[in-house]
């Protein structure tokens, strides 16, 4: 009968307890949220400090900011951060699949419009 209890509390999860924490996590997404429409703004004003970097480096900025802003909401308000390794590991999987895909799709976009075009009109249009 002991071990029937003991067993439970192998199990617990460590969620966060004190409002705080999600306080936190939510004032770092929203300096995150900030630096993007900073970067945005930087890029897109001809008169701001340093344009044609932010111009240039606009989108994997904002990749990136968005990468970890998705990474932290997965982690803390959907829990992820406590689930066992399976289940993470199925999420990083199908997280990965997807960016693979989503590469190859602008690959190929970017390949139809930058090169098709150029033989003679854009293909199906």
């Not at 924490?21 to 008169?47: D, K, Q």
């Not at 997807?98 to 199906?124: D, E, N, Q, R, T």
Request: net charge neutral.
């Amino acid at each position: 009968m002991a071990a029937t209890a003991a067993a439970p509390a192998a199990h617990e999860h460590h969620f966060p307890d004190k409002a705080g924490e999600y306080v936190r996590i939510g004032l770092i997404l929203f300096v995150l949220t900030a630096m993007e429409v900073g970067c945005y703004e930087l890029a897109h004003r001809a008169e701001a400090p340093g344009h044609a970097f932010w111009q240039a480096w606009l989108i994997p900025i904002l990749i990136v900011l968005s990468a970890l802003k998705f990474m932290m909401v997965a982690s803390y308000y959907m829990h992820l951060k406590w689930d066992g390794r399976l289940l993470k590991g199925l999420f990083v999987f199908s997280l990965i699949i997807a960016a693979i895909v989503i590469v190859a799709l602008m690959v190929l976009f970017i390949y139809h419009y930058k090169y098709a075009a150029s033989l003679g009109g854009v293909a199906g249009m």
